[in-house]
Every structure is written in C-alpha cells, then in structure tokens.
C-alpha cells in the first residue's frame, strides 16, 4: 500500500507540474505578440517548472528576441544588453531543437534569433551565423513549408548576403570558409518573402522587407504596391508602429522612381 501511495503521489505530483507549466505557457500565449516582456515571464516560469518544455522554450526565445530588437542604438551599453538576450534567447531556441527536432518552431526560432543578432554585427560576423541560420530556417520550411516566418528568414539572408560587397564576401570565404554563401540570390529573396506575405497577408514586416528587397532590385512599382498597403494593416508585432514609419520613408523616397528592370 504505502508503494502503492507513493507511486500515486508522485504520478499526481508529476501531472500537476505538468498542469502548471501548461497554464503559465497559456498565459504566456494570451499576452500576445504586442507585449513581449509579459509573455516571457510566463515561459520562464513554465520552464522552472519544465525546463525541457518544447513549447516555452521556443516560445521563450521569440520573446526575448522582441524584447531585444526593441533596444536600438550603437552604444555599448545597449549593445551588450542586446546582445546578451540574444544569445539567452539562442540557448532557448537549442534547448527546444534538442527537446524535439522534428517540429518546425525550434528551428525558426534559432534562426531567427541568429538573423536578428547578425544585423547588429559587421559583415565578418554576420558570416559566422550565416550558414545556421541558413541551415535552420532551411529546416524549418522542409517541416512546414506553410511557415510564414521561416518563409521571412530565408528571403531576408538571400537578400543580407547579396548585400554584402564583392570584397566582404571574398574576404568572408577566404577567412570563415564562406563559400556556401554563394547559394544567395535575388530570386530566392523574392519567391521566399512573397511566400510569406501569401501565407499571411497582414504580416507588415513580410512587406516592409519583400518592399526593401524590390527597391534593391530597381522594381519601384512592386516595392510601391507593398508600401502602400502596410498602413491599412493592423498592428500586430510590438514594432509594426516602426516599421509602418519605415515604409511611408520609403514609400517618399522612391514614389518618383522608374523601373529599371
């Protein structure tokens, strides 16, 4: 009997626990996108309760990672705090891939993670997240090719490469072994962010970025369609205020400009 008990305890106990870091991921998902710090304390309390949970722990690194890109500035202060959630939220993203490889959030999480530190950095230290980040959102699109965020990750490192000068990139294979950067195009910038923007039409940011990368291209008149749909949208990302101010910039930079192809 007293086994017997004991057995019963420790299943109930275990249940509960599991009930537990359940509610505070619910919690966590009821904050929402626009209110990022909220949601992180819940998956950091569901993690002291699981702290091999798949869900707070991929979920835990998208928030931090809009916590972090909130923190604008080249001051070193800010630039190490920055930094330092960044690479917080990229242990979160790794537990999550380790906790389950087969599902695709891990995998977007890490990269994105990775992509949004790398704009922080120089060319030579964009090179040494390029290839995972690459390789995971790569992933992330083989498990779901509906997921429109890993569908952002990939046309954005396309276009951040194709970006780099002839000499960044020489020197990025000469000195980090980039060669595989030699993948990048401009084609695959465009088919992955039109991907995304298809898959969820309201996403300001899959605009604003697919409009960034048209306007590299010469194709003033597709940037100009995705420009002025952005301030019909709704907010729904913690800097879509932000980047609606980026588009109208944009939007009056090249509102004169002719199609060069």
Request: proline content about 2%; overall charge positive.
């Amino acid at each position: 009997m007293r086994l017997s008990l004991c057995l019963l305890a420790s299943l109930v106990g275990g249940s509960l626990a599991a009930q537990s870091a359940a509610n505070h991921i619910a919690l966590g998902d009821s904050a929402g996108l626009m209110h990022p710090d909220v949601a992180l304390r819940h998956y950091q309390a569901a993690l002291a309760v699981d702290s091999l949970s798949y869900e707070a722990n991929w979920k835990a690194a998208r928030a931090i990672a809009d916590i972090a890109k909130q923190i604008q500035g080249n001051a070193d202060s800010l630039k190490n705090r920055r930094d330092s959630l960044y690479a917080v939220g990229r242990s979160y993203a790794e537990r999550a891939i380790r906790a389950d490889s087969t599902r695709a959030d891990g995998h977007y999480a890490l990269s994105m993670v990775l992509g949004r530190l790398s704009r922080t950095k120089g060319s030579k230290e964009r090179v040494r997240y390029a290839k995972i980040i690459f390789d995971e959102a790569t992933r992330a699109v083989q498990i779901d090719s509906n997921y429109d965020n890993a569908h952002h990750v990939l046309g954005a490192w396309h276009a951040e490469v194709k970006r780099l000068s002839a000499i960044q990139r020489f020197f990025a294979k000469a000195l980090f072994g980039g060669g595989f950067m030699s993948v990048a195009n401009w084609d695959d910038a465009v088919r992955h962010l039109t991907r995304a923007v298809a898959i969820a039409p309201k996403g300001i940011y899959h605009r604003l970025e697919l409009a960034e990368v048209y306007t590299d291209l010469g194709r003033y008149s597709k940037a100009r369609e995705q420009l002025q749909i952005i301030p019909t949208l709704p907010n729904a990302d913690v800097l879509d205020a932000q980047y609606k101010e980026d588009a109208a910039a944009l939007l009056a930079d090249i509102k004169n400009e002719k199609d060069e192809t």
